[in-house]
Nanobody, 123 residues
Framework: QVQLVESGGDSVQAGGSLLLSCAASGYISNRDYMGWFRQAPGKEREGVATIKSDGATSYADSVKGRFTVARDNANNTLSLQMNNLQPEDTAMYYC?????????????????WGQGTQVTVSS
Protein backbone atom coordinates (compact mmCIF):
# COMPACT_ATOMS: atom_id res chain seq x y z
CA GLN A 1 0.00 0.00 0.00
CA VAL A 2 1.25 3.47 -0.91
CA GLN A 3 0.07 6.68 0.71
CA LEU A 4 0.61 10.07 -0.87
CA VAL A 5 0.18 13.44 0.82
CA GLU A 6 0.34 16.71 -1.12
CA SER A 7 1.05 20.18 0.23
CA GLY A 8 1.83 23.66 -1.04
CA GLY A 9 -1.36 24.67 -2.78
CA ASP A 10 -2.41 28.30 -2.39
CA SER A 11 -4.06 31.28 -4.05
CA VAL A 12 -1.74 33.48 -6.13
CA GLN A 13 -1.97 36.16 -8.77
CA ALA A 14 -1.16 35.55 -12.40
CA GLY A 15 2.57 35.49 -12.97
CA GLY A 16 3.26 34.13 -9.51
CA SER A 17 4.95 30.90 -8.45
CA LEU A 18 4.18 27.95 -6.19
CA LEU A 19 6.05 24.85 -5.09
CA LEU A 20 3.96 21.74 -4.57
CA SER A 21 5.32 18.81 -2.56
CA CYS A 22 4.25 15.20 -2.20
CA ALA A 23 5.40 12.81 0.50
CA ALA A 24 5.06 9.10 -0.23
CA SER A 25 4.98 6.37 2.35
CA GLY A 26 4.91 2.64 1.79
CA TYR A 27 6.74 0.71 -0.90
CA ILE A 28 7.82 2.66 -3.98
CA SER A 29 9.85 0.44 -6.26
CA ASN A 30 12.60 1.83 -8.47
CA ARG A 31 10.43 1.10 -11.48
CA ASP A 32 7.70 3.45 -10.39
CA TYR A 33 6.51 6.58 -12.06
CA MET A 34 5.44 9.49 -9.91
CA GLY A 35 3.50 12.36 -11.29
CA TRP A 36 1.32 15.42 -10.89
CA PHE A 37 -2.16 15.63 -12.29
CA ARG A 38 -4.85 18.30 -12.05
CA GLN A 39 -8.58 18.58 -12.31
CA ALA A 40 -10.51 21.79 -12.78
CA PRO A 41 -14.24 22.00 -12.04
CA GLY A 42 -16.25 20.40 -14.82
CA LYS A 43 -13.18 19.01 -16.55
CA GLU A 44 -11.49 15.63 -16.67
CA ARG A 45 -8.35 14.94 -14.70
CA GLU A 46 -5.26 15.53 -16.82
CA GLY A 47 -1.57 14.78 -16.58
CA VAL A 48 0.67 17.74 -15.81
CA ALA A 49 4.17 16.33 -15.26
CA THR A 50 5.58 12.91 -14.53
CA ILE A 51 9.01 11.52 -13.72
CA LYS A 52 10.47 8.04 -13.71
CA SER A 53 12.88 6.83 -11.06
CA ASP A 54 15.73 7.31 -13.57
CA GLY A 55 14.83 10.97 -13.94
CA ALA A 56 13.10 10.86 -17.32
CA THR A 57 10.31 13.43 -17.41
CA SER A 58 7.20 14.22 -19.38
CA TYR A 59 5.17 17.43 -19.38
CA ALA A 60 1.84 18.52 -20.74
CA ASP A 61 2.30 21.02 -23.57
CA SER A 62 0.42 23.66 -21.59
CA VAL A 63 3.02 23.72 -18.81
CA LYS A 64 6.28 23.15 -20.68
CA GLY A 65 8.81 25.81 -19.83
CA ARG A 66 6.86 26.92 -16.75
CA PHE A 67 6.65 23.84 -14.51
CA THR A 68 9.47 21.58 -13.33
CA VAL A 69 8.98 18.18 -11.71
CA ALA A 70 11.62 16.68 -9.43
CA ARG A 71 11.92 13.50 -7.43
CA ASP A 72 13.98 12.40 -4.45
CA ASN A 73 14.07 8.61 -4.59
CA ALA A 74 15.92 8.26 -1.30
CA ASN A 75 13.23 10.13 0.60
CA ASN A 76 10.24 9.20 -1.59
CA THR A 77 9.28 12.79 -2.25
CA LEU A 78 8.03 14.54 -5.36
CA SER A 79 7.85 18.25 -6.10
CA LEU A 80 6.42 20.53 -8.75
CA GLN A 81 7.83 24.01 -9.18
CA MET A 82 5.25 26.14 -10.95
CA ASN A 83 6.29 29.49 -12.39
CA ASN A 84 4.41 32.12 -14.34
CA LEU A 85 1.10 30.71 -13.18
CA GLN A 86 -1.97 31.61 -15.21
CA PRO A 87 -5.70 31.53 -14.37
CA GLU A 88 -6.08 28.42 -16.53
CA ASP A 89 -3.75 26.59 -14.13
CA THR A 90 -6.43 26.83 -11.44
CA ALA A 91 -7.30 23.28 -10.36
CA MET A 92 -6.96 20.65 -7.68
CA TYR A 93 -3.50 19.15 -8.07
CA TYR A 94 -2.93 15.49 -7.27
CA CYS A 95 0.20 13.44 -6.70
CA UNK A 96 0.10 9.88 -8.06
CA UNK A 97 2.26 6.80 -8.32
CA UNK A 98 2.33 3.97 -10.84
CA UNK A 99 4.35 0.84 -11.51
CA UNK A 100 3.07 0.52 -15.05
CA UNK A 101 6.06 0.20 -17.44
CA UNK A 102 4.90 3.19 -19.51
CA UNK A 103 2.56 5.22 -17.36
CA UNK A 104 3.79 8.69 -18.39
CA UNK A 105 0.87 11.16 -18.36
CA UNK A 106 -1.90 8.59 -18.68
CA UNK A 107 -4.32 8.96 -15.77
CA UNK A 108 -5.69 5.43 -16.00
CA UNK A 109 -2.24 3.91 -15.46
CA UNK A 110 -1.83 5.37 -11.99
CA UNK A 111 -2.98 3.29 -9.07
CA UNK A 112 -2.21 5.38 -5.99
CA TRP A 113 -3.46 8.95 -5.51
CA GLY A 114 -3.22 11.63 -2.89
CA GLN A 115 -6.13 13.74 -1.70
CA GLY A 116 -5.08 16.80 -3.65
CA THR A 117 -4.03 20.37 -2.96
CA GLN A 118 -5.88 23.38 -4.39
CA VAL A 119 -4.16 25.91 -6.62
CA THR A 120 -6.07 29.07 -7.48
CA VAL A 121 -4.65 31.71 -9.82
CA SER A 122 -6.40 35.06 -10.16
CA SER A 123 -5.96 37.50 -13.01
Amino acid sequence: QVQLVESGGDSVQAGGSLLLSCAASGYISNRDYMGWFRQAPGKEREGVATIKSDGATSYADSVKGRFTVARDNANNTLSLQMNNLQPEDTAMYYCASSNHPSAWLLVDRYLYWGQGTQVTVSS
